[in-house]
């Protein structure tokens, strides 16, 4: 299992991933989710990858070494699409196509073909997007409304998010967020594990402005945990107890 999430705000691009891999409970690795890619100045671009991790390495392959296009006879690859959407668009594809290839022999072997992307980033002279993009190679996109997408082991990270995230907030207000709800889901579900790796991108540069990979007793995000925790008590503490607790029916 993982938890990959990405948000969107005005001032840029907040995208984060676990990297536990596991198939049962005495086969445990570590595996980078989150790939980025970048022409300085130019583009960035990232993907968070959850599900089969052969299908997902396969994905992350052939977008970065490219594939024929038999009506153009050009290679593409996500570093030469003109567009945000058509590079996400090349994604699905490329997921598609592994299916293609790949899904009788899967399916003979009882494994599902079960992989989903977070794909976002910029390309110079647009606006900066962010794309949940299925198995089927379809996808949707990042709104205003809702600024963030998950995948993975969504559900325990999602609530923090609900209550936190807006568009305009800071943008490592957001990161601060996300950590928070990484932390959440790690509490829950031991199928989601450190390190974490981070990317944060803001608006109009064309470039990582971090990208950082934290690890087990990273001292910011033991003390983040170890203050939300406490807030959270505090918070149960300072909330009266309901008015109807003490009748009896």
Request: hydrophobic share 40%; aromatic share 8%; glycine share 8%.
């Amino acid at each position: 299992m993982t938890y990959c999430c990405g948000i969107l705000v005005r001032e840029g691009l907040v995208m984060f991933a676990d990297t536990r891999t596991n198939a049962g409970v005495d086969n445990i690795a570590t595996f980078r989710k989150l790939h980025i890619f970048q022409d300085p100045k130019k583009r960035i671009m990232a993907i968070a990858t959850a599900g089969n991790l052969s299908i997902t390495q396969s994905a992350i392959s052939i977008l970065t070494e490219g594939f024929d296009n038999p009506e153009t006879g050009e290679r593409e690859t996500l570093m030469n699409a003109p567009t945000m959407f058509q590079a996400a668009q090349r994604v699905g594809h490329v997921i598609r196509m592994i299916h293609q290839m790949e899904g009788k022999a899967l399916e003979a072997s009882d494994v599902n073909f079960d992989v989903s992307f977070l794909f976002g980033g910029q390309i110079m002279g647009e606006r900066t997007r962010l794309f949940m993009i299925y198995s089927a190679g379809n996808f949707i996109e990042c709104t205003t409304d809702t600024p963030y997408l998950q995948i993975g082991e969504h559900k325990y990270g999602k609530p923090v998010l609900d209550r936190a995230i807006t568009y305009e907030m800071d943008l490592y207000d957001a990161l601060k967020v996300g950590l928070v709800s990484i932390d959440s889901t790690m509490r829950s579900n031991l199928s989601v594990g450190m390190p974490i790796d981070v990317l944060v991108a803001r608006r109009d540069s064309c470039v990582a402005e971090l990208i950082y990979r934290i690890e087990p007793g990273e001292p910011y995000f033991t003390d983040l945990r170890e203050r939300w925790s406490a807030a959270l008590r505090a918070a149960h503490i300072g909330i009266p107890r309901p008015p109807y607790s003490n009748k009896r029916s």
